[in-house]
């Protein structure tokens, strides 16, 4: 298993690309089980969980190939339902084929994907929506099976407990083939949901409202193919925000608009941060001394969980004390003990870190296990004194495309280096 090695104390300067959104991608690859033909999808970012959703959707009966960022995916029509414990398990977000495959087949097998290194992420909210439109949920075997005994789901009014991601996702997607009318109510408001509507209604799809809390989706008979671009990865930029914020740096964040950032863009600017729009892009100029702030993660439009782990470091590194405190996982506070390896002051109470400043973070060898937290190890090696090794590169993988080769031009020292655990 690869690691990275990084010499911390340059400051990054320069124009930074961002990719295509993860988060964003997976969702709108499912989509394609959704109807025959062949789909096109561009600006796909070149991600381990990408080619899992490949490999996946392959196993589905959907031929997918990447190339260049570019993903083809042909559906002849042969779905298979059943998606295996074995890719599943890589991945949670491989629960996105379940709502499609329900529209498309009436029935789904899909292996449930298991406790997560961030917390147990039940997925009850898909259930009960499937079953309020008419499919019958059981759990056998480590599998959730849903059939739907006359054939086709039906439309239905369905309150989500909370705003969940990939629960609105999901029952968005079951809902389009059904039979008519859903309305979701207190969905997840994230821009990738939005997105994927887009990218559905593109197909033929009717759904109004996605972006806001409640989405009415009136089912159709059939959805054709798609060409489609994703939007760009709202969490790489905001890491790579962080990574200028944090090295007084001056970066230019391009491809991205302040929009889907405003959460992010306020904590940095509290932060002491200059952020500015500049051309298609965002720039961002780091300077000392960082303030302390305090974050509360929330759904969008709130400041995003998979923000805390990076904003985190920089408040490592604040003078004075910040409370940042997790409420959408239970256990997100896995690169806290790491940070304090390299000389971090971060103590946890319940939901709340509470982190004192320090004048500086040291080197050291490190590892995460979630891919946020690693980015969070990545910036703290950016800054810290002396030579950082983050071990399990495997998860930085799973959602930056090559992130080293990205932070190189920008001025920072960081290498992979292959073979290491
Ligand atoms: C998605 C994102 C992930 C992000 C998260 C929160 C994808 C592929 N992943 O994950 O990067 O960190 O949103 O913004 O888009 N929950 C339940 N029951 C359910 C569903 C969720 O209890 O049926 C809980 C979860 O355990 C969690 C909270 O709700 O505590 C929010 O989870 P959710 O929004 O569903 O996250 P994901 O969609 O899994």
Same mark, same amino acid.
Not at 329 to 353: C, P, Q, Y
């Given at each position: ?97 379940? @709502?499609?495959?329900?529209? +498309?087949? &009436?029935?789904?097998? #899909?292996?449930? !994907?298991? /406790?997560?290194?961030? *917390? %147990? ?13 008419? @499919?019958?949920?059981?759990? +056998?075997? &480590?599998?959730?099976? #849903?059939?739907? !005994?006359? /054939?086709?789901?039906? *439309? %239905? ?265």
């Amino acid at each position: 298993m690869d690691s990275l090695e990084i010499i911390g104390g340059n400051r990054l300067v320069g124009t930074v690309p961002i990719s295509g959104a993860k988060n964003a991608a997976l969702p709108i690859m499912t989509a394609a089980l959704l109807a025959d033909g062949e789909h096109v999808f561009r600006n796909v970012p070149d991600l381990r969980d990408v080619h899992t959703m490949t490999r996946l959707l392959g196993r589905l009966g959907v031929q997918a190939v990447y190339r260049d960022g570019e993903v083809q995916m042909t559906s002849f029509g042969d779905i298979q339902p059943t998606a295996p414990y074995d890719l599943v398990k890589q991945m949670r977000a491989s629960v996105l084929v379940l @709502g499609p495959l329900v529209a +498309r087949c &009436g029935r789904a097998m #899909v292996s449930l !994907p298991g /406790g997560c290194a961030i *917390g %147990a992420r039940p997925i009850d909210q898909h259930l009960k929506g499937l079953s309020a439109m008419g @499919g019958r949920v059981e759990l +056998r075997h &480590g599998y959730v099976e #849903v059939t739907v !005994p006359r /054939g086709r789901l039906r *439309g %239905a009014d369905i309150t989500f407990d909370f705003p969940t991601h990939t629960g609105t996702e999901n029952l968005m997607c079951a809902a389009v083939l059904a039979q008519g009318r859903t309305t979701l109510v207190n969905c997840a408001r994230e821009p990738e949901v939005e997105e994927l509507a887009r990218v559905l209604n593109k197909m033929g799809a009717r759904i109004e409202g996605a972006g806001t809390s409640v989405i009415s989706i009136e089912g159709v008979e059939s959805l054709h193919p798609v060409d489609h671009a994703i939007m760009p990865d709202r969490i790489e930029a905001g890491t790579f925000m962080v990574a200028s914020a944090a090295t007084e740096g001056d970066m230019l964040v391009d491809g991205i608009g302040f929009e889907p950032l405003e959460a992010v863009i306020a904590k940095l600017r509290e932060a002491g941060a200059g952020i500015e729009r500049e051309g298609g892009g965002i720039r961002v100029v780091g300077s000392r001394p960082i303030r302390p702030t305090d974050v509360i993660t929330q759904p969008h439009p709130g400041f995003p969980t998979d923000m805390q782990a990076q904003l985190m470091m920089l408040m490592c590194l604040a003078k004075g004390t910040s409370r940042i405190t997790e409420t959408v996982f239970e256990n997100r506070f896995m690169h806290v003990s790491e940070l304090n390896r390299m000389g971090a002051d971060i103590e946890i109470n319940g939901r709340t870190a509470v982190v004192r400043g320090v004048d500086k973070l040291e080197g050291a060898e490190v590892m995460a296990t979630d891919l946020r937290a690693s980015a969070s190890l990545v910036l703290a090696g950016l800054v810290a004194e002396g030579t950082t090794h983050v071990r399990r590169v495997y998860h930085l993988d799973r959602g930056y495309e090559q992130i080293e080769k990205k932070l190189a031009p920008l001025g920072a020292r960081i290498k992979r280096v292959a073979g290491n655990a």
